[in-house]
């Protein structure tokens, strides 16, 4: 292909190309195009679709020298200044260049006409295009780009585009960390929410969510949900957890998930479906999706919302993985063909999760022990705590039932507009809000310290980090009613929450134990209040009697083991945590940590668990 700088830069080839013979109800434009005329002589528009009419106007404006749109064949054509129009592929032009917030990653934004006569875009990476061109092509002609001439002329054209329009490529929605202009907001279906306009360049979401456009209004939305919330703290705790999404980075809170748990017809999906319309259509993603997808779902939900419903009964080891993620805020570590690893994802987000019984005791079922930093971050919510179910109140409908199936048609009749609206008023008042957050949170956080019994100044620990997670909620709750995007009076959310709080303590305190520490002290207060119920090596067994004791060694009776130490989790689990801290003491056997009684101590050789006590009463 000839150089550019072979010509006059003042003049192109077509000025020196005879133009075609035109046919009657034809005539030629400067540039090369030939549009139909009507009978007034007025132009025809080069096609009746609006939008492709202005592809192509923009794209034979233009084009580089030497090359033409061929309008009959729907056809670019490349010549020289004595050659034919020779043609080489369908219609196209390079919108933009594009790059990453770092400024790596350059492609070009490539529009064209596919054969179908549909508008289609494809971003092919600047490296591929100076050195793949054949799977640039190959790219291309997948995507419906017809081509039929030499690839490297078609490539030479791509490369030589005059562009200057520029759109920054980001991975993740939420708050944008790349721009000068602050704050900025990219909602999960790539919609930019700011202040201000941003600099001379689009910003646009990589994998964004289909754009559902918004369905009723936001008020219509505040007279039927809104107001039915109200009286219901589960409804208004998972609406208010929607709005601590774009919350999360002011507060310092990476990952905040509440699960919702009971038996099925209890509420439990209707409150995600609720929580779900603040944000666009009521469809809720499950756990059942692959890790792949699940990560790419925790990035969608940057900075906000992510509902995941039915956690499995028996949950995989994939799963179990998937919940680790989730609850770290980091992807997995992937490595690319140069053998270095690629960018790991990160995200904040909150997480709104249902299942039939608490995750920790479902993970406990398949002897799996969640971590402590997992539980703070995913709090078990029990869903039985109201009379009907995780409704307390039904404004006059006859039933739970009738009272869910009506807020989910409310649901379904207004959606999408919660969330736009919330952020863009916050980014109106970012800086008082910025300020004014965190003494927020902490005020919040005491009075749930004081509803269950606990100083303000309580140690840290596992309940203060679950408790300021639930005022943050709470106070994002408030501030949506201060902007008025809620329609509940002051107090309400924090009031919802304090009970939560308050629901949330009393199932934390009365769980079983998860680590070996929890369970040696359930073990050591269980054997101080029955230290009586113990006989003596060789003595008459009492009817009422929990084991044998001497002078090294407790040995506890197997049904007291189950029935009393293991109660509300797997016996084995139990076996376990108390192996892990020491207590407990094999008995000899290959699969069993059980131990036979010799006959001075029982005639009978019980089966009992040996526990150390020494260590028990010492520590």
Request: hydrophobic share 40%; charged share 20%.
């Amino acid at each position: 292909m000839p150089e550019n700088n072979l010509i006059d830069a003042h003049h192109s080839a077509f000025a020196e190309t005879p133009p075609p013979p035109t046919e009657a109800g034809q005539a030629t434009q400067s540039d090369g195009v030939t549009e139909e005329t009507t009978k007034a002589g007025l132009p025809v528009p080069l096609h009746h679709d609006p939008e492709i009419a202005a592809f192509l106007a923009t794209m034979c404006q233009e084009l580089p020298p030497f090359w033409t749109h061929l309008p009959r064949e729907q056809m670019l054509g490349y010549g020289g200044i004595d050659d034919e129009w020779v043609p080489m592929c369908g219609p196209l032009r390079v919108e933009a260049l594009t790059r990453d917030g770092s400024g790596r990653n350059w492609s070009r934004r490539v529009c064209f006409l596919d054969r179908d006569g549909c508008l289609r875009r494809e971003t092919i990476s600047e490296a591929d295009i100076l050195g793949k061109p054949r799977i640039v092509c190959a790219q291309l002609i997948s995507s419906g780009l017809a081509i039929e001439g030499n690839r490297n002329d078609i490539i030479e054209l791509i490369r030589r585009w005059p562009v200057e329009a520029r759109i920054l490529s980001v991975s993740r929605p939420g708050w944008m960390a790349e721009t000068d202009v602050a704050p900025a907001y990219l909602l999960p279906d790539g919609k930019l929410l700011s202040a201000e306009p941003q600099r001379g360049e689009t910003v646009e979401l990589i994998h964004a969510r289909s754009a559902a456009p918004p369905s009723g209004s936001l008020e219509g939305w505040k007279d039927s949900v809104g107001r039915l919330a109200t009286g219901n703290p589960a409804l208004i705790c998972a609406i208010s957890a929607v709005l601590a999404g774009p919350l999360l980075k002011h507060a310092g809170i990476e990952t905040l998930g509440l699960n919702f748990h009971a038996p099925t017809s209890f509420g439990k999906t209707t409150v995600l479906i609720i929580a779900q319309s603040c944000i666009g259509p009521p469809e809720l993603d499950r756990w059942t999706a692959t890790n792949t997808a699940l990560e790419l779902i925790c990035q969608q939900a940057h900075d906000g919302t992510l509902m995941l419903d039915e956690f499995p009964a028996q949950p995989s080891p994939a799963i179990v993985e998937a919940l680790y993620m989730i609850g770290n805020g980091t992807g997995r570590a992937r490595g690319n063909r140069k053998l270095t690893l690629e960018e790991t994802a990160h995200w904040r987000t909150v997480l709104l999760s249902t299942s039939e019984k608490p995750i920790e005791r479902i993970l406990a079922d398949v002897r799996i022990r969640m971590p402590e930093g997992i539980g703070v971050r995913l709090i078990d919510i029990p869903a039985r705590s109201w009379e009907f179910g995780l409704f307390r109140t039904l404004h006059g409908h006859g039933s739970g039932h009738a009272f869910a199936e009506a807020l989910q048609s409310a649901a379904r009749e207004h959606y999408g507009h919660v969330l736009p609206v919330f952020v863009q008023r916050i980014i109106a008042q970012h800086s008082p809000l910025k300020d004014t957050l965190r003494p927020m949170v902490t005020r919040l956080r005491n009075l749930m310290l004081a509803a269950i019994g606990l100083p303000p100044n309580a140690k840290e620990g596992p309940v203060l980090r679950v408790l300021n997670r639930l005022a943050l909620i709470a106070a994002a709750g408030e501030i949506g009613s201060r902007l008025g995007v809620m329609p509940w009076r002051k107090g309400t959310a924090t009031s919802a929450l304090v009970e939560i709080a308050v629901i949330w303590h009393r199932a934390h305190a009365a769980r079983p134990p998860s680590t070996a520490e929890a369970m040696a002290a359930r073990l050591a207060g269980y054997l101080r209040q029955n230290r009586h119920r113990l006989c003596p090596p060789g003595g008459e067994p009492d009817p009422d009697a929990i084991g044998w004791c001497d002078g090294r060694w407790i040995y506890l009776g197997i049904e007291a083991f189950r029935t009393e130490i293991a109660a509300g989790m797997p016996a084995g689990l139990a076996v376990q945590l108390l192996g892990d801290a020491g207590l407990l003491v094999p008995g000899g056997e290959q699969r069993s940590y059980q131990y036979r009684l010799p006959r001075c101590v029982d005639p009978d050789r019980a089966r009992v668990y040996r526990l150390d006590r020494q260590r028990i009463e010492g520590g």
